[in-house]
């Protein structure tokens, strides 16, 4: 329903504005969903200077384009044969955009409403159109994807040492050690002095120390 319509719309307005410029401004198309009886705004914005704009409709149930009316900066309006006047207005808004109104939208207002710019210089812009679907529910938009918990991060590095007091024993251990064997020496030393003494020596030895 969307490109087919809008490239057989402007080959049709190419007719009504034949002889001037024309500029195809590739812009995606607005899909809008207004509920039924309710008020819509379709927008035509200027890019530079309009002078006026042209409306257009091609519905499902007119298988020609509509010519719905065309307003000028002076919101002059003209209106198309056929169009409904009490619920279709043209104005304009501000200096930057063109508006066509429909109020107490019907079902039978669906279809794809296009309009053209035309500047003082005779250069026309046509825009790719707004599709019109009232009373129909917009499609729901998907889910957004659930963030990702945090993963932990697993160390697998060997568990730290617990510090030792090696450092420390060592200090305390080896001067003990050299004391021992010390004393051992002498003590080995002195039986070694006694074993060699001759027997009488060692007599008077005995002797001098039970003396009082």
Known sequence: MTTLPLAWTLLTVSLWTA????????????VLYPAISTQENIECNCINSCDSVY??????????LQFLGKCNNAERVNF???VDQARFKLSKRGNTAFVLRIDS?????AGTYSCILKDKSGQ??????TVLRPGETPPTAPPKPKPKPPVKSVCHCS?????????????VLWPLVGATAGLA?????????F???????RHNFVKMRQMP
């Open 19 to 30: 002889g001037s410029s024309q500029i195809l401004l590739q812009e995606p198309v607005k």
């Open 55 to 64: 409306w257009f409709r091609r519905t499902p149930h007119h298988s020609d």
């Open 80 to 82: 198309g044969a056929d």
């Open 105 to 109: 939208v019907k079902a039978e207002d």
């Open 124 to 129: 026309d812009t046509w825009r790719p159109g």
């Open 159 to 171: 568990p730290k040492k617990k510090p030792t007091h090696d450092g420390c024993d060592y200090l």
């Open 185 to 193: 020496l002498a003590l080995i030393c002195t039986l070694y002095y």
């Open 195 to 201: 074993s060699r003494l001759p027997k009488k020596c």
